[in-house]
């Protein structure tokens, strides 16, 4: 892969840089990519967000949660995240 990307494959090693360690020739393409392109900085902030507050959250919980404040809960997230 070259050293520049387009948004398609910076979202996808985005997404794989949460799960996994990129590799040296990726991670040079994706952070040259995020210097230039606010739209994909703004999604790998975005999703370092969501990482972080899904982190904090017991499991345990959501599951005995009903479904109507899933939701609400969902709806707050996809607000703070618009902010």
């Known amino acids: 892969m070259s050293t520049l990307t387009n948004c398609l494959e910076a979202t996808r090693l985005i997404s794989k840089s949460q799960h996994q360690k990129l590799t040296l020739l990726d991670g040079i ?3 040259t990519h995020i210097v230039l ?3 994909c900085k703004s999604f790998q ?3 370092e967000y969501v990482k ?3 982190s904090e959250i017991d499991q345990e919980e959501i599951y005995l949660m009903n479904e109507n404040y ?3 809960l969902v709806q707050k997230v996809l607000e703070a995240l618009e902010k």
């Open 29 to 31: 393409a994706l952070n």
């Open 45 to 47: 902030k975005d999703l």
């Open 70 to 72: 899933k939701k609400e």
């Open 37 to 39: 392109c606010k739209y």
């Open 52 to 54: 972080v507050k899904l």
